[in-house]
């Protein structure tokens, strides 16, 4: 019976394609997923919008939306029929050719790169034998996106914005991916499904994941923060801080292309969690060997919005970061300490399994972690803060 | 030879044309941006993945970026105020035509020391990685080396920089 519902939607979609010839039948399963994932994870940014608006609400003392539908469920849908009727407003002086094309550009790639993600127990929709490096390619091009958007704007403050943020996604980049080659190292191969199997075993009750091993904690919580910044969210939304450059690089965007940017920030950052999922947390492998009676795909989308909600927090919780401690954060620890994690990793590898590679790995870990983090504190004079009061 | 073959090779083509023509230089950075996209899927469609997915990630992501940021720092992206395409197209073009000549004819020059395939041969990733590391691990630390030395270089002209202004 679990597996029959683990395996749900596969049979949902042969039951579904079986009423077409034979010669169709495998356009028309390809066709089918892809509608699937667009809907699903546009209901999932629907989802997510809402449960920030209330989370951040509660967070800061007050009710967020909740006049539409019971307790406000129904604003995401409010939302976005307001995006829709609304004027759609083109700066006179604008580009208006790569004004159309950037929320365009940034949707299309941010949504190709969930073609590798296995969302479930053989629900893939490629199995890519370099489906990381895809991943990675995808996010590359919304780099661009985000510079026509800024640019073709012809608004200082979109241009600004657009600046700080490829400034800060390609330093956020390398980090990302130095993070990731870690993972990569250890399964062996970058084909994302072969990676959760690689994780989807236990030993007892608890599995195996990533997560749970020194490098693979050092390159998750490096990870996390790299997504973070990679996403423009904050403590690293520089790029839109509406104090600074009111929206930053979407400031002159308006109607259903404003709603788009929207929708592309936070699908890329489902995607992001998606595939720090799949790479540290098990992808839709079970916590425990006995939860496995829950399907694998529940198990993914419980951990996506886990991580989402992680976000959330951090935004209720951190102050927005200087344009100087983001990039000295990125060059001179992260950058550094992941380089070290990748050799620490291949340590990891060469002393094979025992007691040792638990003990090294994790002193070595360590010890830098605290001596770059006191040479850190030293540098920027970081220490106890002394008020003073009129004397 | 396919239909997907003339579609991607025309858009290639016509990125590559609009780089070369148009007078805004912004519109040129972003015209090439996808005439490597064009090649990219080009790689794509010979099922050479990890060429395909390079390309995107280093012309696009980080070449295309310097390209436009180049562009940015020097002001070169004023709106020209009359006409689309550039005045010195003819000379741009007789660039091109030169630089084609010379890649078709080492092309050509190099096809028949080539011994002819009757399939193509599946390369994996796993088999650059290993051909990397393995056979050609030199020439990969040679550039690294390269490359290393070129960053340094910009920091320290960076500090230069800084330290006059002082």
Same mark, same amino acid.
């Given at each position: 019976m679990a597996a029959t519902i683990d395996q749900i939607w596969i049979f949902f979609l042969h039951w579904l394609v079986g009423f077409l010839p034979a010669a169709w039948q495998h356009a028309a399963a390809v066709v089918l997923c892809v509608a699937a994932i667009i809907a699903v994870f546009c209901t999932l940014f629907a989802l997510a919008v809402l449960m920030e608006r209330k989370g951040l609400g509660r967070m800061q003392n007050r009710y967020g939306? =909740?006049?539409?539908g019971i307790f406000g469920i129904l604003q995401p849908v409010a939302d976005g029929i307001k995006a829709l009727i609304k004027e759609d407003v083109v700066p006179f002086r604008a580009d208006a050719v790569v004004h159309f094309l950037a929320p365009v550009v940034l949707v299309v790639t941010v949504f190709m790169g969930? &073609?590798? #993600?296995? @969302? +479930?127990?053989? @629900? $893939?929709l490629v199995d890519m034998d370099a489906g990381l490096l895809f991943f990675f390619a995808m996010g590359a091009a919304t780099e661009l996106s985000v510079f026509m958007a800024g640019w073709s704007s012809r608004n200082k403050y979109s241009l600004l914005g657009a600046m700080r943020a490829i400034a800060q996604m390609i330093s956020y980049e390398v980090v990302l991916l130095l993070a990731s080659i870690a993972v990569v190292m250890i %399964? +062996?191969? *970058?084909?994302l499904p072969k990676i959760v199997d690689a994780q989807a075993s236990y030993s007892g009750i608890f599995p195996h994941w990533y997560v749970f091993t020194p490098w693979g904690l050092a390159g998750f919580l490096i990870f996390v923060i790299a997504s973070t910044a990679e996403t423009n969210r904050?403590?690293?939304d520089l790029p839109e801080g509406e104090s600074e450059? $009111? &929206?930053?690089?979407?400031?002159?965007y308006s109607g259903f292309k404003f709603a788009l940017f929207f929708l592309g920030e936070y699908v890329e950052m489902l995607a992001v969690a998606g595939l720090g999922t799949t790479l540290? #947390?098990?992808?839709?492998? %079970?916590? *425990?060997?006995? #939860? =496995? $009676? *829950?399907p694998s795909w529940f198990w993914f989308f419980l951990k996506v919005m886990l991580w989402i909600c992680f976000f959330i927090w951090l935004r209720g919780t951190l102050p927005r970061l200087r344009q100087d401690q983001l990039m000295n954060f990125a060059w001179k620890f992260a950058l550094p300490f992941t380089l070290l994690n990748l050799v620490v990793t291949a340590l990891w590898r060469i002393l094979g399994p025992g007691w040792e590679q638990w003990v090294f790995c994790t002193a070595i870990l360590a010890a830098a972690y605290v001596f770059m983090s006191l040479v850190g504190f030293r540098a920027n004079r970081v220490g106890p803060r002394r008020y003073r009061y009129a004397e | 030879m396919s239909i997907p073959f003339f579609v991607i090779s025309a858009l290639t083509v016509a990125g590559g044309l609009a780089a070369m023509t148009l007078k805004n230089t912004v519109h040129c950075a972003l015209a090439l941006s996808v005439a490597f996209a064009g090649i990219a899927l080009l790689f794509l469609s010979l099922d050479a993945q990890f060429a395909g997915f390079a390309q995107i990630l280093i012309y696009i992501g980080a070449v295309a970026i310097l390209v436009v940021f180049a562009i940015l720092l020097t002001r070169g992206s004023e709106t020209p105020t009359?006409?689309?395409?550039?005045?010195?197209w003819l000379v741009g073009l007789a660039i091109a035509a030169a630089v084609f000549a010379v890649l078709g004819w080492a092309v050509l020059a190099s096809a028949p020391g080539l011994h002819d395939e009757a399939a193509a041969p599946v390369v994996t990733v796993r088999d650059i990685g290993n051909a990397l590391m393995g056979r050609y691990v030199l020439p990969l630390e040679i550039v690294a080396l390269l490359l290393t030395a070129a960053t340094i270089g910009a920091v320290i002209v960076a500090m230069h920089e800084k330290a006059r202004t002082k």
């Open positions: 939306p =909740n006049r539409v969930y &073609a590798v #993600l296995p @969302m +479930g127990r053989h @629900m $893939v %399964a +062996g191969t *970058l084909s904050s403590p690293f450059i $009111v &929206a930053g690089y979407f400031t002159e540290f #947390l098990g992808g839709w492998s %079970a916590p *425990l060997s006995v #939860l =496995n $009676v *829950l | 009359d006409g689309v395409h550039s005045g010195t």
